[in-house]
Every structure is written in structure tokens, then in C-alpha cells.
């Protein structure tokens, strides 16, 4: 099974979300704050608090982060942009 440390993990994030901004940070020794943003303006696009996880994680650990922040943006997405 492949650890990766909270940093590499954050990597990870940033190439799954590009071309938006990824920035994970600790808030609590088990739980992050993930925020995308729009690179060209550094608007924040949406921001996640108390998502669960750890300074060493496995990939499985990651990729539900990565759901989960998904999820978020799907539930916040504009009407409109529903049927893009």
C-alpha cells in the first residue's frame, strides 16, 4: 500500500484539480481545509473545513478527499452550469 505524506497527498490534489487552484491546509491534527480557486484571479470558488485526514495517508485516503471535495462542487454548482 503507498503512503504519502500530507504535502505529497496536497500534490496529488493539485494535478487531479487543475487547471483550478488546489490549496489543502491542517486545521486540526486529523481534519484539512481544501480550497479551489480560480488561478487567473485567486478567486475562491469553494472552501471545505473538518474534511477528515491524517499527516501520512494512502491513496485510498486521498482519493476520498478528492470525492468528497467533488461532491461539494456539485452540490454548489450554479442552475445554469447543470446541463454543461
Known amino acids: 500500500m503507498n503512503k504519502m505524506t500530507f504535502p505529497n497527498a496536497c500534490q496529488v490534489m ?3 484539480f487543475h487547471p483550478l487552484g488546489f490549496e489543502g491546509s ?3 491534527p486529523s481534519s484539512m481545509v481544501a480550497r479551489l480557486f480560480d488561478r487567473a484571479t485567486g478567486e475562491t ?3 471545505i473545513a473538518g474534511i477528515p ?3 501520512v495517508m ?3 485516503d486521498v482519493e ?3 470525492e468528497a471535495v467533488e461532491a461539494e462542487m456539485e452540490a454548489f454548482r450554479p442552475p445554469d ?3 454543461a
Open 53 to 55: 485526514c491524517a499527516t
Open 64 to 66: 476520498r478527499i478528492i
Open 14 to 16: 493539485r494535478w487531479h
Open 58 to 60: 494512502n491513496a485510498a
Open 26 to 28: 491542517m486545521d486540526a
Open 45 to 47: 470558488l469553494i472552501a
Open 81 to 83: 452550469l447543470l446541463s
